[in-house]
């Protein structure tokens, strides 16, 4: 059983660059969930992704945009990069009803 | 909208010694409670949880925490603190009767133990 895993590990981009990132569920999980955690911060919501629709959301501007695919591998999308969305992002799987996320290992994303 | 406040920033234990680390939540309804712990350029680990039942639950590496409806918290504890117990530590609330994942975090506590 292979875990959550995420691409790329670490990644530059420059303000007013768009970014796409990927994340690979653990097996037989159909929800995804994205976070952002800034340095010294924990981790805040983005959304959650269910078969493909999204389900629920944070206070994240439209910019962040998301897509999950039928084997439930998911991408996290930021348009019009700024400096403030230098952060480490999380993806995290889980079954729908079961109170347990596993997280990836996160990428981290520089903007300058 | 829930809120979790992690009132220590940063705790100083000697290995050895016992550990308590704070969470304070604010939410509406019965809340589903969390600890995690992150090493440093790693992803989150899941130590315990918290849904309903026995107030006092036990996790993984040796910690347990207690929910205490009254005071609104759920403090982590451990008796004996390993070096490899240094990490940071993230206390987080679930929304009731929804899909998991959709968690607020606090800001953490970084754990240092000294030899």
């Known amino acids: 059983e292979t875990g959550v895993t995420q691409s790329p590990t670490h990644l530059i981009k420059t303000r007013g660059q768009q970014v796409t990132l990927r994340c690979s569920s653990q097996?037989?999980?159909?929800?995804v969930s994205w976070y952002q955690q800034a340095l010294g911060q924990g981790p805040q919501f983005i959304f959650q992704y269910y078969r493909e629709e999204e389900n629920g959301r944070g206070n994240f501007p439209p910019r962040f945009s998301g897509l999950q695919f039928p084997n439930y591998s998911s991408e996290l999308n930021v348009n019009a990069l700024e400096l403030d969305d230098s952060a480490l992002y999380l993806c995290?799987?889980?079954?729908?009803?079961?109170?347990?996320?596993?997280f990836g290992p996160g990428t981290r994303l520089t903007v300058t | 909208a829930q809120s979790v406040t992690q009132p220590d920033i940063h705790i100083t234990v000697s290995e050895g010694a016992s550990l308590e680390l704070r969470c304070n939540y604010s939410y509406g309804a019965t809340p589903y409670l969390f600890w995690y712990v992150q090493s440093p350029g790693q992803g989150l680990q899941l130590l315990l949880k918290y849904f309903s039942g026995d107030t006092l639950v036990q996790g993984i590496k040796g910690f347990e925490a207690e929910f205490k409806r009254s005071q609104s918290s759920f403090n982590l504890r451990k008796p004996s603190v390993h070096w490899s117990d240094a990490a940071e530590y993230f206390c987080a609330v679930d929304p009731y009767n929804t899909n998991a994942g959709k968690s607020t975090f606090g800001d953490g506590t970084t754990l240092t133990v000294k030899p």
């Open positions: 097996s037989g999980h159909n929800t």
């Open positions: 995290a799987s889980s079954l729908a009803m079961d109170y347990e996320q596993y």
